[in-house]
């Protein structure tokens, strides 16, 4: 399996909305990034900005074979911590 760009997936209001309205497939928004970085940099507005209680990354890991996954949510103190990892 070759390496592949991070992504998360969540769900917000906005997108609910308009799944129920029919202007969406899917209530689910799956945002794609350049770089694992890139990614944590917007964690915490998407965090903020998601209904469910975590939001889920899927990417690959520097030199492993497969998908790892994290859960993230946010803690006491409003910071992105992982509460779920591991290997699809």
Do not use: C
């Not at 945002?31 to 899927?58: A, C, G, H």
């Amino acid at each position: 399996m070759a390496n592949f760009k991070p992504q998360v997936s969540y769900i917000t209001k906005d997108s609910q909305r308009d799944y129920w309205n029919g202007t969406r497939k899917s209530m689910t928004i799956t945002e794609r990034f350049k770089t694992y970085r890139e990614l944590l940099k917007k964690l915490p507005t998407i965090l903020e900005d998601s209904i469910d209680e975590y939001v889920s990354v899927n990417r690959s890991k520097r030199g492993e074979w497969g998908e790892w996954f994290e859960h993230w949510q946010l803690n006491s103190s409003r910071k992105p911590v992982i509460i779920k990892q591991g290997w699809n």
